[in-house]
T-cell receptor
């Protein structure tokens, strides 16, 4: 039972354009959502998060949007750069102020072409 | 900077062998986690530990066990390795349960032949 799904295995974007990575979830108990980025031969690194009480969180070129009614979140990268090429994982957790485990999606491979 | 290290980057073992994967973090984090990453399946949680001597099963604990005798070290044990345990294994740590972010090690690519 995949509670967090990233239905696009890969995405290819031109440098300078917008990258939009999507994530859907089924568990309505999730109250925090995170995005991680992973380069080959390295562990995932935290990128940005959003609480379920918000619908948008922005950090520089990265913005995460949350649509609770649709159980959908997306990560926007503007403008995209070749260094953004990596695997992006969406993750979710439940538990209020005492966070439990993270549930990850399958990942989306982003390739940004110069 | 938080540093999470894993004992090996690459490991090749034979079916039936007992395998130990070691993870060490240097930031006095209370919580530690073991995941495996497989294509099309993302990261799946095997076991985690909220503190020393504590352990809890994740989503796919079958065929694995863990040990946490010291706060900084979390070991994953494959009692009798099988070919379906060929995977990338990732260790992570987190300061406390009040912290959202997990910090990951570089991973161990385990091949069981």
């Amino acid at each position: 039972d995949q509670q967090v799904k990233q239905n696009s295995p890969s995405l290819s974007v031109q440098e300078g354009r917008i990258s939009i990575l999507n994530c859907d979830y089924t568990n309505s108990m999730f109250d925090y959502f995170l995005w991680y980025k992973k380069y080959p031969a390295e562990g995932p690194t935290f990128l940005i998060s959003i609480s379920s009480i918000k619908d948008k969180n922005e950090d520089g070129r990265f913005t995460v949007f949350l649509n609770k009614s649709a159980k959908h979140l997306s990560l926007h990268i503007v403008p995209s750069q070749p260094g953004d090429s990596a695997v992006y994982f969406c993750a979710a957790t439940a538990g209020g102020t005492s966070y439990g485990k993270l549930t990850f999606g399958q990942g989306t491979i982003l390739t940004v072409h110069p | 900077d938080v540093k999470v290290t894993q004992s090996s980057r690459y490991l090749v073992k034979r079916t039936g062998e007992k395998v130990f994967l070691e993870c060490v973090q240097d930031m006095d984090h209370e919580n530690m986690f073991w995941y495996r990453q497989d294509p099309g399946l993302g990261l799946r949680l095997i076991y985690f530990s909220y503190d020393v001597k504590m352990k809890e099963k994740g989503d796919i604990p079958e065929g694995y066990s863990v040990s946490r005798e010291k706060k900084e070290r979390f070991s994953l044990i494959l009692e009798s390795a099988s070919t379906n345990q060929t995977s990338m294994y990732l260790c992570a740590s987190r300061l406390t349960r009040s912290s959202l972010e997990q910090y990951f090690g570089p991973g161990t690519r385990l091949t069981v032949t």
